[in-house]
């Protein structure tokens, strides 16, 4: 059955608003859960694959690039075609591609299942948020989104330390399957607990039946160069040929999106929802200080395992405290921002994020509770005081009748973010790593030849390991040079983000300082 027009929790029974709730955390989760998981993962991936960095960060890249310029459209699909199909549909296709990344026998394999993934997860997460949002009333919708993000970041957090533990009895593959029964628990039950919705010309006036997948085609065509650059620039520079070139076309994709976006009848970006203060103020934000939060939650678990030599299931186990304070907070921040409005609780947030940064830079301790147990503690806390009341505001801002699309763009941005700071923070990190390994190498008295030795295992920053040939005297001094190199890598990421979170505190606070309760 097909509602025309969205119906709000004071027409449907709650029992219904419960199942939508829990089956689009479900789906919503996996994207999540494999984000965090596979950053968990990275370092025992490149281990047993023999990888680069960069063939690592493409690992993560490929699949957020297609999650990124695939999103907008999948919440344009969710509008038009339905958001429990498209919910359907993404978590079908979301399961064939993780039984594809756990059977990956190389590299290549593992990063194209990636790839797929993203796609499934473009109609996935644009859907959940808009079924979400259609769902509950609009003085309801702040606490059922914050029960959203706050649930959907606690399955989050205890799954890397369940992966942790995979990893250690059996290998990194089983990451992958575990999203198997989370998809069959939502492909079984989607159909018969949630009610279909989508927007109807009678409430909304005529729509085209069509979806922008130029416009999908065109966001690909410009962040697949744009990545590719970026990465490329990590290890040959900026003023490499490839690199320009690779930059430059993206740069020309991203004006031809545009040009497209405003001449299609049903644009997957409608740029006229910019034109609000609020809206385009909050993207801006969310762009901003998910670049800051990737780059930390990138860096994190490989800092963990290979500068502080945590197992996988320490440093799986190590970010629990950290979701287990945002799950708390996230809730009590959307009802205070349904009641007293989002200003504070946005330019308050994005400073506690950031003193949880400058502590993480400042750890020198492997200890955990001397460590980075205390920063870890702010961390939650900063996000969970920010992300529910910016969700809210995104989604008040456009209205109920672009809820899919809304969602969408905000979710595309959140990925860009990520595309972004691991490409981003990879230049910066391959920079810093090979001066601090220089110094640290001298300083260890390491002479000409071994130093030459070592030129082709750079590429692999904290996964470098001794090359044939260095002498044995050498292998102890080596390990702690490069743990002590990628410390310093994790400093300067955490700096730069610290940086990038006062600028989102300012955002956030112009966008929403005219909104009042």
């Known amino acids: 059955m097909t509602d025309p027009a969205p119906k709000f929790a004071s027409q449907r029974s709650k029992t219904e608003a419960r199942w939508a709730l829990a089956l689009t955390i479900a789906a919503s989760s996996v994207a999540f859960i494999d984000m965090t998981i596979v950053n968990l993962a990275l370092p025992i991936m490149q281990r047993d694959l023999g990888s680069s960095f960069q063939e690592m960060q493409w690992v993560v890249e490929a699949y957020v690039l297609f999650l990124t310029a695939l999103t907008l459209t999948g919440g344009g699909m969710a509008d038009v075609f339905g958001r429990r199909k498209v919910l359907c549909m993404g978590a079908g296709l979301f399961l064939v591609a993780s039984v594809l990344a756990g059977l990956a026998a190389d590299a290549n394999q593992l990063i194209a299942a990636r790839a797929l993934q993203g796609v499934g997860g473009a109609m996935l997460a644009p859907a959940s948020l808009a079924i979400v949002s259609s769902s509950f009333a609009p003085e309801e919708r702040g606490k059922a989104l914050g029960q959203w993000a706050a649930f959907s970041s606690i399955s989050t957090a205890f799954a890397p330390a369940l992966g942790g533990i995979l990893m250690d009895l059996w290998s990194w593959r089983a990451i992958f399957f575990i999203n198997v029964p989370i998809l069959l628990f939502v492909l079984i039950l989607a159909p018969r607990k949630i009610r279909e919705s989508k927007r109807a010309s009678a409430v909304d006036g005529p729509i085209s039946s069509k979806v922008d997948y130029w416009g999908g085609v065109l966001a690909v065509l410009a962040l697949a160069p744009l990545t590719y650059g970026l990465l490329r620039a990590g290890q040959s520079g900026l003023d490499d040929t490839i690199v320009i070139a690779s930059l430059g076309f993206a740069v020309t994709m991203v004006v031809t999106f545009i040009e497209v976006e405003r001449r299609v009848p049903a644009p997957m970006m409608p740029l006229p929802l910019f034109r609000s203060k609020?809206?385009?103020?909050?993207?801006?934000?969310?762009?901003?200080?998910?670049?800051?939060?990737?780059?930390?939650?990138?860096?994190?678990?490989?800092?963990?395992?290979?500068?502080?030599?945590?197992?996988?299931?320490?440093?799986?186990?190590?970010?629990?405290?950290?979701?287990?304070?945002?799950?708390?907070?996230?809730?009590?921040?959307?009802?205070?921002?349904?009641?007293y409005g989002p200003k504070w609780l946005l330019a308050v947030g994005p400073w506690i994020s950031a003193a949880a940064f400058l502590w993480f830079a400042q750890v020198t301790s492997t200890q955990y509770v001397a460590g980075v147990l205390g920063p870890i503690l702010v961390m939650g806390l900063g996000f969970g005081t920010w992300v529910s009341p910016l969700t809210s505001a995104v989604m008040s801002a456009a209205g109920d009748k672009n809820a899919g699309v809304a969602s969408g763009i905000n979710n595309a941005l959140a990925r860009l973010a990520q595309l972004l700071a691991i490409a981003l923070m990879g230049i910066l990190a391959t920079m810093v790593f090979n001066q601090a390994l220089d110094i640290e190498l001298a300083r260890a008295g390491f002479d000409a030849a071994s130093i030459d030795l070592l030129a082709g295992e750079r590429d692999k920053l904290g996964a470098m390991s001794a090359p044939d040939g260095l002498a044995e005297r050498w292998v102890a001094p080596l390990e702690d040079s490069v743990r002590s190199a990628f410390r310093q890598v994790f400093a300067a990421v955490c700096y730069s983000a610290a940086v990038l979170c006062v600028v989102a505190s300012f955002l956030g606070y112009w966008a929403t300082r005219g909104i009042v309760r």
Not at 292 to 315: E, N, R
């Open 278 to 339: 609020v809206f385009a103020g909050m993207n801006a934000m969310t762009l901003v200080q998910f670049i800051a939060i990737s780059a930390v939650m990138f860096f994190l678990p490989m800092t963990l395992i290979q500068a502080f030599q945590y197992t996988p299931v320490q440093a799986g186990a190590a970010m629990i405290p950290s979701m287990a304070v945002m799950f708390l907070t996230a809730p009590k921040a959307g009802k205070l921002a349904d009641r």
